[in-house]
């Protein structure tokens, strides 16, 4: 009956490859029992409706071939508490910087470079792009996270220890990702290259004395505030030491940015044009806005280390 | 969520753990799927389809169900019954559920 192969059929096509044929000839072998019990009670062969109704207690496909694979999630329930709060951070940061970036380059500069519309879009594009990338890390994490047994192996004793604090893995977790994003912006973005990758569309820049300086100081930077919150993203803990390398991380990162925004332009002309050199100054522009708005959310940051620093030490 | 849909929910619970010792107690005489299903029912345990068949697949990969293809009634049906691995595992989980019985009795006795 056609109904029959239809439903079996669904099934089908969302069975692993291996048992596939296996699995269908037994649920069409069941199907032909129940039928052939109608049969037997009524002595004529079941009619559409009462195939209909068998079907129906055999279940939805979708949840009968469920039913025959492990239970699969891309995040389960122990991570989606910290996935949900991270992603709405995450998505508010970016969102923010971007938005900061367009309104002060158009007040600044009095040149409106985007429809209200298109405004829209742009940030929405930068939310998209934001939750790919954290719900990327925390699948990752969730896979992880089942091998490597990190929540079998948690310390209780760590909670009550006083030379020891409670870490959120929210908190590690966000500056991974947003230690992560600025290092590819840094390094593939603007690149190494003096020429800059903008040469090719006509638009003569080259890095100024300032990029010089700051480019591996940022890197390094960069690198050890990774592989530090990596760390901390599986220990889940703070100790004083911990938090004396966060702070200072902190710190030269406060330095190193607020150097960038008073030694001036990152980015120079390589000939005289009067245009590119009105575009060139809302880019420096906004380089300077993104750099203040990362100071502002790194001593936001510093201050919470601080605040689990005096925890500490009372 | 009703008084009656919480109650349904928690026996639901409740029974899910009991299935595969359900499940294994019926193998130990020969069945197919669906009469597997419609002896589970008329010893009063209501089981859906589509949790039951995918079951006795997974109790059959873990070992403790044995199955053959065979011919009855002109039609070609899968016949499950328990293995050895399965009788021995059937007999401490039995164990397993008559001590859960009796500390819940226990409990139950200790708190009237």
Same mark, same amino acid.
Do not use: C
């Given at each position: 009956m056609k109904l029959v192969e239809n439903y079996l059929g669904e099934v089908a096509s969302q069975l692993p490859q291996t048992d596939k044929e296996d699995i269908?000839?037994? #649920?069409? !072998?069941?199907?032909?029992?129940?039928?052939?019990?109608? +049969?037997?009670?009524?002595?004529?062969?079941?009619?559409?409706?009462?195939?209909?109704?068998?079907l129906k207690e055999m279940g939805h496909p979708n949840k009968v071939a469920a039913q025959y694979g492990a239970q699969q999630y891309l995040i389960g329930p122990s991570l989606f508490h910290p996935y949900k709060k991270v992603l709405k951070l995450t998505v508010f940061a970016v969102v923010t910087i971007q938005l900061l970036v367009v309104l002060s380059s158009t007040i600044f500069t009095d040149v409106v470079r985007i429809s209200a519309?298109?405004?829209?879009?742009? #940030?929405? !594009?930068?939310?998209?792009?934001?939750?790919?990338?954290? +719900?990327v890390a925390f699948a990752t994490m969730e896979y992880s996270g089942e091998k490597l047994d990190w929540f079998d192996k948690w310390e209780p004793l760590l909670l009550s220890n006083a030379k020891r604090i409670a870490a959120t893995r929210e908190n590690a977790?966000?500056?991974?990702i947003t230690d992560a994003v600025v290092f590819i912006w840094w390094n593939n973005w603007f690149g190494r290259d003096h020429d800059m990758p903008f040469t090719p569309n006509d638009f003569p820049v080259m890095a100024t004395g300032v990029y010089d300086i700051v480019y591996w100081p940022i890197n390094v930077l960069l690198i050890t505030s990774l592989a530090f919150y990596t760390w901390q993203i599986v220990q889940c803990y703070w100790t004083k030491l911990r938090l004396q390398v966060a702070i200072i991380i902190d710190i030269v990162s406060v330095i190193v940015m607020g150097y960038m925004i008073q030694a001036g332009d990152l980015f120079a002309l390589k000939v005289t044009d009067e245009n590119a050199a009105i575009i060139l100054d809302k880019v420096n522009f906004s380089v300077s806005v993104v750099l203040a708005v990362i100071i502002g959310f790194v001593l936001y940051d510093m201050y919470g280390h601080l605040k689990n620093w005096r925890k500490l030490a009372s | 969520?009703?008084?009656?849909?919480?109650?349904?929910?928690?026996?639901?619970?409740?029974?899910?753990?009991?299935?595969?010792?359900?499940?294994?107690?019926?193998?130990?005489?020969?069945?197919?799927?669906?009469?597997?299903?419609?002896?589970?029912?008329?010893?009063?345990?209501?089981?859906?389809?589509?949790?039951?068949?995918?079951?006795?697949?997974?109790?059959?990969?873990?070992?403790?169900?044995?199955?053959?293809?065979?011919?009855?009634?002109?039609?070609?049906?899968?016949?499950?019954?328990?293995?050895?691995?399965g009788q021995t595992i059937l007999q401490q989980l039995v164990k397993e559920w008559q001590s859960m019985n009796q500390s819940i009795e226990q409990i139950s006795t200790t708190l009237d």
């Open positions: 269908i000839a037994e #649920l069409g !072998s069941i199907i032909e029992a129940k039928m052939d019990d109608i +049969t037997e009670r009524s002595g004529t062969e079941p009619n559409e409706t009462q195939v209909a109704s068998i519309i298109g405004l829209l879009f742009h #940030l929405a !594009s930068a939310a998209l792009y934001t939750g790919f990338w954290v +719900t977790i966000s500056n991974v | 969520m009703s008084e009656q849909e919480k109650l349904d929910k928690l026996k639901q619970e409740l029974r899910r753990g009991a299935l595969v010792l359900a499940v294994l107690l019926q193998l130990r005489q020969e069945h197919y799927g669906y009469s597997l299903r419609k002896a589970l029912i008329d010893a009063g345990i209501e089981i859906e389809e589509s949790t039951l068949y995918p079951l006795i697949r997974r109790l059959e990969t873990q070992g403790l169900l044995n199955s053959e293809w065979r011919e009855e009634a002109k039609r070609k049906k899968r016949f499950y019954r328990i293995s050895d691995m």
